[in-house]
């Protein structure tokens, strides 16, 4: 039987979709598939609930800027490659698909070492770091694959040939979900207007402490739904607002419940919206800390019309609470925004992926260089 490594890790946005390929392989191919990630209890339990046997390996931080952290970090890189080149040779897979994050190029440098044939593919509008040095792997004997068009001009003229533009993998969880099992999880009845607030499998605090400041404005219209991140004490549940540390295979459910999103902008929140169909107002991660990929995201969605962007600037209470009120009496702006979002998530990747890594798999075809999979001649 076949057998495919996927690898990937750092926080759910990097893993989600992997898991999303992996289930629809499996459907449509007999395979056995085995992940390869970082340290981060995190990570092992999202991959293992998912029934994939995970492989844990070192993993340093990649830096564009100089620290001293880069230092030790190289040997944790170091140390990584031959933990993850060790796991490879043992269980011989086909073929190695990543999901980037830094704890990805270790095993695709391991592959590209041993000949194995690697799929890259990066689900931010611009490509982060990982995905352009694992993209340097992937021409050799693989493919560099990206959920947006414009992102394909990020790579020089010697990749261009093997980018394939195939949108971003999404669970089916998503598409098929039933809002009554949300509403049934989160004990709220069938009239309940929910407002759901995703700051990501780590939370996030700015978007923490504004929901909590606009509180009590929020629940006039809303029943609050809050993924908080297990480390932050949230204030007490109440009747309008329950805080959750995470939501983990309920979400699809109570996304499907939801009549609004907010949220940070990672690429696994905005499509998975997206697939929801459900309108958005994102507060993407900016600054020093970023390499800015959040905001283009976040760009993107606004600009097709499915999401409100709230700046840097625009992030006091009264903005958000002005924000959300708006959209909470304006039924015909959220059924525009949703349909603007449902859109997008029609481009969702999940099945082209697939076919692609059929097609690599099975021998029975070829790639053409518009993008779109077709038979050999």
Not at 106 to 121: D, Q, R, V
Not at 282 to 298: F, H, I
Request: hydrophobic letters at 40%; a positive charge.
């Amino acid at each position: 039987m076949l057998k495919i490594a996927f690898t990937g890790g750092g926080t759910g946005g990097h893993i989600y979709p992997g898991l999303a390929v992996a289930a629809c392989l499996k459907q449509k191919l007999p395979c056995t598939i085995f992940w390869i990630g970082s340290k981060n209890p995190l990570d092992r339990s999202i991959v293992e609930s998912a029934g994939v046997p995970f492989f844990s390996i070192p993993a340093g931080k990649l830096r564009r800027n100089f620290s001293l952290s880069n230092i030790s970090d190289f040997f944790k890189v170091a140390a990584g490659f031959f933990a993850a080149r060790s796991i490879l040779k043992r269980e011989k897979p086909t073929l190695l698909f990543s999901k980037g994050g830094f704890v990805s190029v270790p095993p695709c440098a391991a592959a590209a070492s041993l000949g194995i044939p690697l799929f890259t593919h990066e689900s931010d509008y611009s490509p982060g770091l990982a995905t352009r040095i694992n993209a340097r792997f992937a021409a050799k004997a693989g493919r560099i694959i990206t959920a947006y068009r414009e992102t394909a001009a990020a790579f020089g003229p010697r990749y261009r040939d093997k980018v394939l533009v195939l949108g971003n993998p999404v669970r089916a969880e998503f598409k098929n979900a039933d809002p009554q099992k949300g509403r049934a999880f989160l004990n709220a009845g069938t009239t309940s207007r929910i407002l759901l607030v995703l700051g990501g499998s780590q939370g996030a605090l700015e978007l923490n402490r504004l929901v909590e400041s606009s509180l009590e404005e929020l629940t006039r219209f809303y029943t609050v739904v809050h993924q908080t991140g297990a480390a932050y004490e949230a204030v007490p549940a109440a009747s309008s607002y329950k805080p959750y540390p995470y939501i983990l295979e309920e979400l699809p459910h109570v996304l499907a419940a939801a009549e609004l999103v907010l949220a940070r902008s990672g690429a696994g929140t905005v499509w998975e919206c997206a697939a929801a169909g459900k309108p958005m107002v994102l507060l993407p991660l900016a600054g020093s800390g970023t390499r800015g990929d959040q905001v283009e995201n976040a760009r993107y969605f606004e600009k097709a019309g499915a999401a409100i962007v709230l700046s840097p600037d625009k992030r006091e209470t009264a903005d958000l609470i002005e924000v959300i009120r708006s959209l909470a009496e304006n039924e015909e702006k959220r059924k525009s925004m949703a349909a603007a979002s449902a859109r997008i998530g029609e481009e969702g990747g999940t099945e082209k992926i697939v076919d692609l890594l059929l097609k690599k798999l099975t021998g029975i075809g070829q790639v053409n260089e518009s993008g779109s999979p077709s038979e050999a001649p």
